[in-house]
Every structure is written in structure tokens, then in C-alpha cells.
């Protein structure tokens, strides 16, 4: 069984930044690994995925904000998120894809594309 451990999360106030970590145990360097966000009563929501190829997609409401990263050597992938609005408060996941093979570019933040989450980690940005 994979288990990814998200940290990072917190309180903040408009305009700030926080990073979040997701140490995956195992190797994951040949998965497809990517953040997700949910609020109450809304649907879990991609905010940044890592292709294969080393490039990260996000989705537009973070880009230019948020930026994916991953230290292999740590099996840790991080987000770090600049400029947080309000809009941004939800729980924050990571997840992780069962195949090998990656999803198609467009399905990358697609959360039926990942197989393995984490337990999420909360964030809050006040105004």
C-alpha cells in the first residue's frame, strides 16, 4: 500500500505564501504525482500536476502563483504557493498515479486519473 504524508498547511493571510510536502513512501519517480484541493460541498479540484516529462501543468487559477516541485532523493513533492487569495482555502492533497504510464496531458489534473492520496492538509487564507 502507498502512503503519502501531506504537511505544510496552515493559517495565512491574503497575499501570503505557504509550502506544502508530500513524502511518498517508495519510489515514485516513475509515477505521476500531482496536488489536489477540495471545500465543503465541491468537487476535488486539480491545482497542479508533474507530467513525466518533468513539466508541471496547473490549473489556471494558480498559475503564477503555485509551483510544483519534487526532490527525488527525499521522495518529497512540494507546492509552493505564493500570493494565496481566499479563494484558495480548501484541504490539499497529493496523490499519486497506480499505472505506470502516465494519463493523457489533458486528464493530468483529473483526480480519477490518481489511484493513491493522502490524508490532506488544511489551508486557510483570511483577507
Known amino acids: 500500500q502507498v502512503q503519502l504524508v501531506e504537511s505544510g498547511g496552515g493559517s495565512v493571510q491574503a497575499g501570503g505564501s505557504l509550502r506544502l510536502s508530500c513524502v511518498a513512501d517508495?519510489?515514485?519517480?516513475?509515477?505521476?504525482m500531482a496536488w489536489f484541493r477540495q471545500t465543503p460541498g465541491k468537487e476535488r479540484e486539480g491545482v497542479a500536476a508533474?507530467?513525466?516529462?518533468?513539466?508541471?501543468v496547473y490549473a489556471n487559477s494558480v498559475r503564477g502563483r503555485f509551483v510544483l516541485s519534487k526532490d527525488n532523493a527525499k521522495n518529497t513533492l512540494y507546492l509552493q504557493m505564493n500570493s494565496l487569495q481566499p479563494e484558495d482555502t480548501a484541504i490539499y492533497y497529493c496523490?499519486?498515479?497506480?499505472?505506470?504510464?502516465?494519463?493523457?496531458?489533458?486528464?493530468?489534473?483529473?483526480?480519477?486519473?490518481?489511484?493513491?492520496w493522502g490524508q490532506g492538509t488544511q489551508v486557510t487564507v483570511s483577507s
Open positions: 517508495g519510489q515514485y519517480s516513475h509515477h505521476c
Open positions: 508533474l507530467a513525466m516529462a518533468g513539466n508541471a
Open positions: 496523490a499519486r498515479r497506480g499505472s505506470w504510464s502516465p494519463p493523457l496531458p489533458i486528464r493530468l489534473l483529473d483526480p480519477d486519473e490518481y489511484d493513491y
